[in-house]
């Protein structure tokens, strides 16, 4: 194997969730760099439909953790989920910096693929927004930091705080900074698992019974079989 994939491999193992933050600053090259990493995804047409806004200001963070508490507090009446009974989700203002993506969905129908199939038109969007925030994860782990994929918030309200306009939307708030914990891989399911050679193999699709018990478990939706 070349030194690149090895080298590629073992940064994409090394990246986890990170929910714990120091509170050292965030180096500007550090954000540079993160940002450069979201330039360079493959978009749809290259439309590169995505914004970034670069939160440090912890009055803000606090206005963001209004909203962060009120979308858990909806959840904790829909289901008691035992980690959520003492989850605050203070990590956020932990970390120095927060990174929201935003997304532009009028790019959506640039292709006219949404006259020809709608599914592969939204992708468009979503895919092409996912693919900048999968770059920014790995540009984070290489640089030693960490972050975490943050989406238990109301997007309409961190839009109104952060005067983003109609018709963007937000995908997602990375809190960037210094991981203040160590964790192990969590695990994969098997490449055989969802390998499929020329034809699709229906025997290797998921049971509903494990959807269900992922719907089931205590702890919110963790697959825990594979
Ligand atoms: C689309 C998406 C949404 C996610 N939303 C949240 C979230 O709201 N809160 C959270 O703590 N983790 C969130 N995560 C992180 C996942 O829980 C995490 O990626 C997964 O458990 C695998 O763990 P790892 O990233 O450490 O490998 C999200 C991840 C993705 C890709």
Not at 104 to 133: C, K, L, T
Not at 153 to 160: I, L, S
Request: hydrophobic share 40%; aromatic share 10%; glycine share 4%.
């Amino acid at each position: 194997m070349s030194e690149q994939i090895v080298g590629l491999l073992a940064l994409m193992k090394r990246r986890r969730s990170i929910r714990a933050f120091k509170s050292d600053p965030v180096p500007d090259a550090v954000i540079t760099n993160v940002v450069e990493a979201a330039r360079w995804a493959p978009s749809s047409a290259n439309s590169q439909p995505w914004e970034i806004v670069v939160v440090r200001d912890s009055k803000t963070k606090e206005q963001i953790q209004e909203s962060v508490k009120r979308v858990i507090a909806r959840i904790k009446e829909l289901r008691d989920f035992p980690f959520l009974r003492t989850f605050t989700g203070q990590y956020l203002l932990e970390a120095p910096v927060q990174l929201v993506i935003v997304g532009d969905p009028r790019f959506e129908y640039v292709s006219m693929m949404h006259q020809v199939e709608p599914n592969i038109e939204q992708f468009a969007f979503w895919g092409s927004v996912s693919m900048a925030i999968q770059n920014m994860l790995l540009a984070v782990e290489a640089q030693g930091l960490a972050s975490v994929v943050f989406t238990n918030f109301y997007p309409e309200e961190v839009k109104r705080i952060l005067s983003i306009p109609d018709p963007l939307q937000i995908l997602c708030i990375l809190p960037l900074g210094y991981p203040n914990e160590m964790k192990d891989p969590r695990p994969r399911r098997d490449p055989n698992s969802f390998l499929h050679w020329e034809q699709y193999d229906p025997r290797k699709t998921r049971s509903d019974e494990l959807i269900e018990s992922a719907h089931q478990d205590p702890y919110g939706v963790q697959v825990k079989e594979y």
